[in-house]
């Protein structure tokens, strides 16, 4: 208290025998001060020096310490988002923790872990260029690196083909420099949306397959390397709802069965489907449009599966478990072996009706029979 010494204002403060390097704010009761360089370390009085002369005196009151020392940063270069490890010793200047860290003058996007022998920040957006690495303790301290980081011209994207897609599509992204100055690419989103594969990557272009969103609509791309950087072009890919298969009719079958896909978006934003799979077997296409696809079901073992419908973008459409591959028809004999135009011929054996409702036609020797009397 009456720290003033019934005087109107401070004029001077020591600590420890060295004038601090500002007097921030002042009261009776409470005076703020910025601490000066202070040499070796030491603890001495404080000083406070009134307008009036009078001085108040707190004896052994304040500690100078050894100053912080930065040992290395690494990397020693970067860009928005590199994860940047400054080692030392007191990096955190007698402070409890650290207040902000800067990086050639650009304010770290994130302090990420923090003691005091290291401290890894991301870096902020900064421009090209040379200049101090500064953490900034607390209660103010300074631990300086002069001209230990630079900021290397960002990465850059230039074009994402397709903008547009869903679950399954493969985007190929170019640009300039999509590494970040890092060593390779570790993680894509579009949209927000994580790419379910990095097909290949390299400074000049990388390839995703493009992952399961939770949402549709315009949104960022955002590549990320190993160091941390990213590169992002915003409103570069446009989410669409996944295509959706309604019905699959008739759901069961054997080979040769006509198979007709309904539903929306079943082109899954591109414009060709070149594949079409029931329950893992190859189906051979006869129609398509955005709502309806015919197949023809080819031969496989009796199962259960889903209908896969792929694009010529990749975008992948699917009903789960939507088709049942039946037992085959099998002929057991028939009766007689030969014959003429009007002989009655009778075809027995087992599953006849390959899993429909009525026979359309029957071939005999590859000539179709003039009527299906039963």
């Known amino acids: 208290t009456n ?39 030491r603890t001495g009085d404080v000083v406070i020096v009134a307008d009036t002369g009078a001085t108040v005196v707190a004896g052994e009151a304040f500690a100078y310490l050894d100053a912080g020392v930065v040992a290395s940063v690494v990397p020693e270069q970067g860009q928005v988002g590199t994860r940047v490890t400054v080692s030392g010793q007191r990096l955190l200047g007698g402070s409890p923790s650290l207040a902000g860290v800067s990086l050639a003058g650009v304010d770290a996007a994130a302090i990420l872990s923090e003691s005091n022998t290291e401290v890894v920040v991301a870096a902020g957006d900064g421009t090209v260029g040379q200049g101090n690495v500064v953490l900034t303790g607390s209660f103010g301290s300074l631990v300086t690196a002069v001209d230990a980081f630079a900021y290397v011209l960002a990465g850059e994207v230039q ?40 097909v290949s990557e390299s400074n000049a272009e990388v390839e995703v397959v493009a992952g399961r969103s939770a949402s549709t609509g315009l949104g960022a ?38 198979v007709e896909i309904n539903g929306t978006g079943l082109l899954g934003g591109g ?10 077997q190859l189906a051979t296409i006869t129609a398509q449009s955005d709502s309806r696809v015919t197949v023809v079901a080819a031969s496989s073992s009796p199962g259960t599966g889903d209908v896969v419908l792929i694009m010529d973008t990749g975008a992948v459409v699917s009903g789960a478990n939507g088709w049942t591959y039946l037992e085959e028809g099998v002929v057991a004999s028939v009766t007689p072996a030969e014959g003429q135009l009007g002989t009655r011929v009778t075809i027995a054996g087992s599953r006849l009706l390959g899993g429909g409702q009525s026979l359309v036609s029957v071939l005999l020797a590859n000539t179709e029979v003039s009527e299906i009397t039963s």
């Open 159 to 198: 074009t994402v083909t397709p903008a547009v897609g869903q679950f399954g599509t493969l985007v190929v992204i170019r640009g300039d420099r999509l590494r970040g100055d890092g060593a390779n690419v570790t993680q894509v989103t579009l949209g927000g949306a994580p790419v379910s594969r990095i």
């Open 221 to 258: 791309v955002v590549i990320t390397s190993e160091s941390g950087a990213t590169v992002t072009k915003t409103d570069a890919w446009t989410t669409l709802a996944e295509g959706v298969v309604t019905t699959v009719t008739p759901n069961r079958g054997q080979a040769g069965t006509r």
């Open 271 to 280: 414009s060709t489907v070149l594949t079409v799979q029931l329950a893992g």
């Open 3 to 41: 720290l003033l010494a019934s005087g109107n204002s401070v004029v001077n403060v020591t600590l420890a025998g060295t004038e601090v390097g500002a007097i921030v704010s002042f009261a009776n009761s409470k005076i703020v001060v910025e601490a000066n360089v202070g040499g070796s370390a």
